[in-house]
C-alpha cells in the first residue's frame, strides 16, 4: 500500500509540474542547459578503432601513417633498462658486529667455567655451551673440557678459528652470490655502512666446507697442537656450532637500486614519417608492426578526440542559442507552449542517449567480424524515430529542427555517411506522414521507409565508392536499411503510448481511439442528447474534409467535432436540436439565464472530458469552438425587453462566449462547421445557390468578428472551407424525384 501511495503521489506531482508548464509562459533557459549538459557527455566521440589487428593477421590494405610521430619504443626502453640492471652490481651485507658479539659470549663462558670449575654442575655447563656454541656436547666432551680446565689454550684456539673465517666471510651453500663470480658484487659492511666491491668472492667460506678446511689447517689456523684428538675434535665442532653465515644478500638494496635506473634511463623513441608504409596489403602482422599500429592509432585518437569534443561543445553551444531563441520566440507569440518545450528538450536527450547507445552497441558487436559489414546493424538502426515523434506529437511543428539534431548527433557519434542517411531518412518520414487515420499506416510507412533507405544507401555507395558496388557488403547494408524502416514503424508504435501517458498528449493514435463511436462518453451523448450527437457528426464529416482540404489535421478536426458540443448532455432540453416541439424551456427563463445556460454547455463538456481523461487538444477545441461569439438571439432579446422597460442594465460580455478564440486551423475548422451546419437546418428551400450563399455569409461574418485572428488559417484557406462545405451540404440537402405508386403505373398500363 505504501509503495502504491508514493507511486502515486510521484505521478500527481508529476502531471501538476506538465499542467504548470503548459499554464505558464514564463520561459527559463534551465531545461535548455540541462538538456544540452547531458546530450554533451553522450556525444564525446565513440572510440573507434582504425586498425583491429593482432600477430598473425593478414593487412587487407596498405597502411601509411597520417603524419609524422614520434613513438615510444616500449620494448627497446625494456632492453636499455635491462641491460643497466645486469651491469649493475649485486648488494651484499657483511655482518662484523656478529664476530664481535659473539667472542664476548665465549669469553665469558670461559672465564665463568674457570672460576665455577668444582662447583658447577655437568648439567649447567651443557645449558651453558648449548647457549653459547649452539652445540650439544656429550658428557666424555664436558669431561675433556673439565680435565683440561677450560684453560685459556682450548679458549684461544676456538676464538681465533672463529675469527679466522668469520672475518673473512662465510656464506650460505645456497647463496645466490656464486651467480656474480664473474662479475663481482658490492659488499657492504653492516657496522659502518662502507660499500666495496669485490671481484673475486672465493675468499668467502661456504659453511659446509669450514669443517673439512678446519680439520685440515688446525694447528695453521688456531695455533694451538694438542696431542688429544678427541679434544682437537671437540674444538672443532665448537667452532662450528659458533660459526654462522655473516654474509647475505641485500634485495631492499636492489630494490631500490632498479627504481633508481628506471628513472635515469631515458626512454628510447623512433620517429614514423608521414606517409612512410607501415605494413603493405598481404603482409602478416608481427610484433614491431602492431606495436607501430598501436602507437598510430593511440596519438591520433587523443588529440583528434580533444578537437572534436571541443568542436561539438562549441556547435552545441551554437545550436544551444539557436534552440533558445526559437522556443524563447514562439512561447511569447503563444505558438508553443512550456510542455510542448519540454518535451523537445526531452526528445534531444532521448535522441542522444538512443544513438549512443545502439551505434555504440552496433560497432561493438561487429568490430571483429570480417565477412559482415559494420553498416548492416548501423543501418538498421531508426534514425528517422525521433523526427517522426515529433511529427505525430507536435503536427508537424519543430520537426525540421529535429531533423537538424539528428543529423549532427550522428555526425558527431560517427560519420558524415550516417549524418546523410539520417537526413534523407527524416526528409522522407516528414513528407510522407499526414495524418494517421489506422495503425496499419505506421507499417506502411515502415515498408516505403525501408525501400527509400535502399535508395539512400545506394546513393552513399556511390558517392563513397572504394570497392565494389555489387559486393556482399552491400547487400548486407541494404537488408540492413530495409529492416531499418520497419523497426521504425515498430519503435513508433511502441513508443507513441508511452508518451501519451508521460507527456498527456493526444496523438492520431488515441484520437483513433476516441474516434470510434463505440466509446462510453459518444454512446451516453447519443443516448442522452441524439440531437446534438447527430449534429456533431455532421459537423465532424464537414471538418475533416476541409481539414484535409488545407492540410490541416483531419483526424484531429473530426474527433474534435464529435466532441465539442458533448457538455449538452448535462441539459439537452435547453438546446433546439434536443428540445421537445411542444415545450420551450427558454420560455419560462430570461435572456440571461438562457444565454447563461447555452454557455455553460463549455464548461460542462471540458469536465466530462476531463473524467475520460480524453486529452488536452480535444479540450482545446471544446473550449475555442465558440470563441469569443456572441449569443445573437437571447442578446436580441434581451435588448427587446430593455426597449420595453423590462430590462434596464445590458452586458453584451454577459453573452459572449468566454473564449479563448480558435488558437489552432483544426479548432477554426469545427467552429465554421458548427456553425454552418447548424444554419443549414433553418433553410426552407436549400437550393445550390441558397446554400452557397449561406456558406459564404456565415464564414465571412465569422472572419469580419475577428473569431479566427489568433488561428493560422488563411484568406486562402477560407475560400477552400466554403467549398467543401457548400459541396457535402449540396450532397446532403439533395433533391429526390417523385416516385410514381402502383396506381399511376397501372393508369399508364391500361
Do not use: W
Not at 177 to 187: M, Q
Not at 229 to 256: A, D, F, M
Not at 413 to 421: A, D, P, Q, S
Request: proline share 3%; glycine share 4%; with cysteine.
Amino acid at each position: 500500500m505504501k509503495t502504491n501511495q508514493i507511486i502515486n503521489n510521484i505521478t500527481l506531482k508529476y502531471y501538476n509540474f506538465l499542467e504548470n508548464l503548459k499554464r505558464n509562459y514564463s520561459y527559463s533557459p534551465k531545461f535548455l542547459i540541462v538538456a544540452f549538459v547531458i546530450i554533451f557527455f553522450f556525444l564525446i566521440p565513440y572510440p573507434q578503432k582504425k586498425y583491429s589487428y593482432k600477430i598473425g593477421d593478414i593487412a587487407k590494405r596498405d597502411i601509411r601513417s597520417p603524419k609524422n610521430l614520434v613513438v615510444f619504443d616500449k620494448k627497446a626502453t625494456i632492453e636499455k633498462i635491462n641491460k643497466k640492471i645486469e651491469k649493475a652490481l649485486p648488494v651484499f651485507d657483511f655482518n662484523s658486529e656478529i664476530i664481535s658479539i659473539k667472542i664476548k659470549k665465549v669469553q665469558n663462558f670461559f672465564e665463568f667455567a674457570r672460576k665455577n670449575l668444582k662447583t658447577v654442575s655437568e648439567d649447567n655447563l651443557t645449558k651453558k655451551i648449548e647457549e653459547v656454541f649452539h652445540y650439544y656436547p656429550t658428557k666424555d666432551e664436558i669431561k675433556i673440557l673439565k680435565k683440561y680446565k677450560f684453560n685459556e689454550n682450548i679458549e684461544f684456539a676456538i676464538l681465533k678459528a672463529f675469527a679466522y673465517f668469520m672475518e673473512k666471510g662465510v656464506i650460505k651453500d645456497n647463496s645466490t652470490i656464486f651467480k656474480y663470480s664473474d662479475k663481482g658484487i658490492i659488499l657492504k659492511n653492516l657496522s659502518s655502512g662502507e660499500k666495496i666491491t669485490k671481484k673475486d668472492i672465493s675468499s668467502f667460506y661456504k659453511y659446509s666446507k669450514i669443517k673439512n678446511i678446519l680439520s685440515k689447517n688446525f694447528s695453521l689456523i688456531t695455533d694451538f697442537h694438542p696431542k688429544d684428538k678427541k679434544l682437537k675434535k671437540l674444538i672443532i665442532n665448537l667452532v662450528l656450532g659458533l660459526i654462522t653465515p655473516n654474509i647475505r644478500y641485500n634485495k631492499i638494496e636492489k630494490e631500490n637500486k632498479i627504481k633508481k635506473i628506471k628513472k635515469s634511463v631515458h626512454p628510447v623513441y623512433y620517429l614514423i614519417k608521414k606517409h612512410e608504409i607501415i605494413v603493405r596489403e598481404g603482409e602478416k602482422i608481427n610484433e614491431n608492426i602492431l606495436t607501430k599500429l598501436n602507437a598510430i592509432e593511440k596519438k591520433s585518437k587523443f588529440s583528434d578526440i580533444s578537437k572534436q569534443i571541443l568542436g561539438i561543445l562549441i556547435f552545441l553551444i551554437l545550436l544551444g542559442i539557436f534552440t533558445n531563441q526559437i522556443l524563447n520566440e514562439d512561447i511569447n507569440s503563444k505558438k508553443i507552449d512550456l510542455k510542448d518545450a519540454f518535451f523537445i528538450l526531452c526528445s534531444l536527450v532521448f535522441t542522444a542517449v538512443f544513438f549512443r547507445l545502439f551505434i555504440g552497441m552496433s560497432l561493438d558487436l561487429l568490430e571483429n567480424t570480417v565477412n559482415i559489414s559494420k553498416y548492416l546493424l548501423l543501418f538498421m538502426i531508426p534514425y528517422s524515430l525521433p523526427v517522426i515523434l515529433v511529427t505525430i506529437v507536435l503536427r508537424g511543428k519543430y520537426s525540421y529542427l529535429m531533423t537538424l539534431f539528428v543529423c549532427l548527433f550522428c555526425f558527431f557519434i560517427y560519420n558524415e555517411k550516417l549524418l546523410i542517411f539520417s537526413l534523407f531518412c527524416s526528409l522522407f518520414m516528414i513528407k510522407k506522414y499526414k495524418c494517421c487515420l489506422e495503425r496499419i499506416t505506421f507499417f506502411k510507412l515502415g515498408l516505403e521507409l525501408g525501400i527509400a533507405n535502399i535508395i539512400i544507401i545506394s546513393a552513399i555507395k556511390l558517392f563513397f565508392l572504394n570497392s565494389s558496388f555489387f559486393s556482399s557488403y552491400t547487400y548486407q547494408e541494404f537488408i540492413g536499411g530495409f529492416l531499418g524502416g520497419i523497426l521504425t514503424s515498430l519503435f513508433v508504435l511502441g513508443i507513441i503510448p508511452v508518451i501519451e501517458i508521460l507527456f498527456k498528449y493526444t496523438t492520431d493514435l488515441r484520437l483513433i481511439e476516441l474516434g470510434n463511436l463505440e466509446h462510453p462518453l459518444l454512446k451516453e451523448f447519443f443516448i442522452k442528447a441524439p440531437g446534438s450527437y447527430h449534429h456533431s457528426m455532421i459537423v465532424g464529416n464537414l471538418a475533416e474534409a476541409a481539414a484535409e482540404e488545407i492540410g490541416a489535421n483531419p483526424l484531429l478536426a473530426r474527433v474534435g467535432a464529435y466532441y465539442h458540443d458533448i457538455g449538452k448532455m448535462k441539459k439537452p432540453q435547453y438546446f433546439i436540436e434536443n428540445a421537445d416541439p411542444k415545450e420551450n424551456k427558454h420560455e419560462k427563463l430570461t435572456p440571461f439565464m438562457s444565454a447563461l445556460i447555452l454557455i455553460s454547455h463549455i464548461k460542462e463538456g471540458v469536465e466530462l472530458v476531463e473524467k475520460y481523461k480524453i486529452g488536452d487538444e480535444i479540450i482545446d477545441i471544446i473550449k475555442q469552438h465558440h470563441g469569443t461569439s456572441l449569443i445573437k438571439y437571447f442578446y436580441n432579446k434581451a435588448l427587446e425587453l430593455k426597449k420595453k422597460g423590462l430590462k434596464e442594465d445590458i452586458d453584451e460580455k454577459d453573452f459572449r462566449y468566454p473564449g479563448p478564440k480558435p488558437q489552432t486551423k483544426e479548432a477554426g475548422i469545427v467552429m465554421l462547421a458548427d456553425i454552418v451546419e447548424a444554419s443549414s437546418r433553418t433553410l426552407q428551400h436549400p437550393t445550390p445557390a441558397r446554400i452557397k450563399g449561406l456558406v459564404k455569409n456565415l464564414v465571412d461574418s465569422v472572419y469580419n468578428d475577428g473569431q479566427l485572428d489568433e488561428c493560422e488559417l488563411t484568406l486562402k484557406d477560407l475560400t477552400k472551407i466554403k467549398e467543401t462545405f457548400t459541396k457535402i451540404l449540396l450532397g446532403i440537402f439533395h433533391q429526390r424525384i417523385e416516385y410514381p405508386d402502383d396506381k399511376d403505373i397501372q393508369r399508364n398500363r391500361d
